[in-house]
Nanobody, 114 residues
Framework: QVHLVESGGGLVQPGGSLRLSCTAS????????MGWYRQAPGKGRDLVAS???????NYADSVRGRFTISRDNAENTMYLQMTSLKPEDTAVYYC????????WGKGTLVTVSS
């Protein structure tokens, strides 16, 4: 069993930045692909960025160049640095661990609005 807890969401103006964190109850980052997903109101849950156990990263086209995924194995924490935020980035952001049956956090809301 793995528990994932997201934090760092909030209200930000267009063009602003936020850093999301995902803390795991135990260290699985070196054995599991981890990812950030988001779900906008009335839409499905989409992959934003992922990082493999070897550190290879992947980004959705809509965020490439603006978002950066990273992790701190010693702190059991994964991050999503978001810059140049746009209103269309507004969503609930979820942390995912593709380990075993797969695990999800409860999400953190990001609202980009002036």
């Amino acid at each position: 069993q793995v528990h994932l807890v997201e934090s760092g969401g909030g209200l930000v103006q267009p063009g602003g930045s936020l850093r999301l964190s995902c803390t795991a109850s135990r260290n699985i980052f070196t054995i599991s692909t981890m990812g950030w997903y988001r779900q906008a109101p009335g839409k499905g849950r989409d992959l934003v960025a992922s990082i493999t156990s070897l550190g290879r990263t992947n980004y959705a086209d809509s965020v490439r160049g603006r978002f950066t995924i990273s992790r701190d194995n010693a702190e059991n924490t994964m991050y999503l640095q978001m810059t140049s935020l746009k209103p269309e980035d507004t969503a609930v952001y979820y942390c995912n661990a593709a380990y075993g049956v797969g695990y999800w956090g409860k999400g953190t809301l990001v609202t980009v609005s002036s």
